[in-house]
């Protein structure tokens, strides 16, 4: 069975919006997978259906062997807290508290005791290359930076599953392609399972496939072609 599983799911809401169609969906563990498509195509409420941020009408969705339908509300949300890990377009930083403690902030949540919880932050805030930050507010940083303390907190906790929504919109090109650099790093060194929600075409290259939503389904799936290779920032400002 795939590590990721989605067959025939529905997303309904109270007004009657269809924002998901049968939507049937298999991710490999592993994959770098780009969820595309225009506002209202249904791709940012699959990510949340496969982050248990949500839950199906109807359908049927199925972690890691786990068939999360039948999970409750707090089930759903332990599993999310010990094997998924998220990164957002607006960052989500306390700012008037340092990078390390951001990163920490999650292993708190999980009981992890003070020592091995700064142990396990600096050691991913070391991997996007910020340990020589971990003392800087996170209002002192760039927006570059933010996003990549964003990930060591999603990283820090040793997630099976990473979903980014939107991760470079904030940021600027050079930036953005910086980001996804470190993201094709993370999926190909550590292996972690990356789904990403994005609606531009240069970030989607840095994926192994893109699904392509429309009116709540999927109506094209393509692989991405590696011999194509995505900027690098020193190609971006030229």
């Known amino acids: ?36 498509g225009p506002s209202g195509s249904g791709k940012s409420t699959t990510a949340n ?6 839950s199906l009408t109807s359908g049927r969705y199925v972690f890691n062997g786990v068939d999360v339908t039948s999970l409750s509300r707090k089930q759903r949300a332990l599993l999310r807290r010990f094997y998924i890990g998220f990164i957002f377009q607006g960052f989500n930083l306390l700012s008037r508290t340092s990078a390390l403690e951001n990163v920490e902030l999650p292993l708190l949540y999980r009981g992890i ?29 760039s927006g570059g930076q933010q996003q990549r303390v964003a990930i060591a907190r999603a990283i820090a ?3 099976m599953f990473l979903i980014a929504d939107e991760p470079t919109g904030n940021l600027d090109s050079k930036r953005s392609v910086e980001i996804m650099q470190l993201l094709s790093e993370l999926n190909q060194n550590l292996g972690i399972t990356i789904l990403m929600v994005t609606h531009e075409h240069d970030m989607a290259r840095y994926a192994s496939r893109e699904l392509h939503f429309l009116d709540g389904q999927i109506q094209q799936e393509r692989k991405v072609d590696s011999s194509i290779s995505p900027q690098t920032p020193s190609q971006m400002d030229k």
Request: aromatic fraction near 6%; charged fraction near 20%; charge should be negative.
């Open 49 to 54: 259906i496969l982050g248990c941020l949500d």
């Open 157 to 159: 906790q040793e997630p």
């Open 1 to 36: 069975m795939s590590f990721i599983l989605l067959e025939n799911a529905h997303k309904t809401y109270k007004a009657g919006y269809q924002a998901m169609r049968g939507v049937n969906l298999a991710i490999e563990q592993g994959e770098f997978v780009a969820l595309m």
């Open 113 to 141: 005791h003070k020592h091995q919880r700064e142990q396990k932050a600096l050691q991913a805030l070391e991997m996007v290359g910020l340990k020589e930050w971990s003392h800087h507010l996170s209002n002192e940083l």
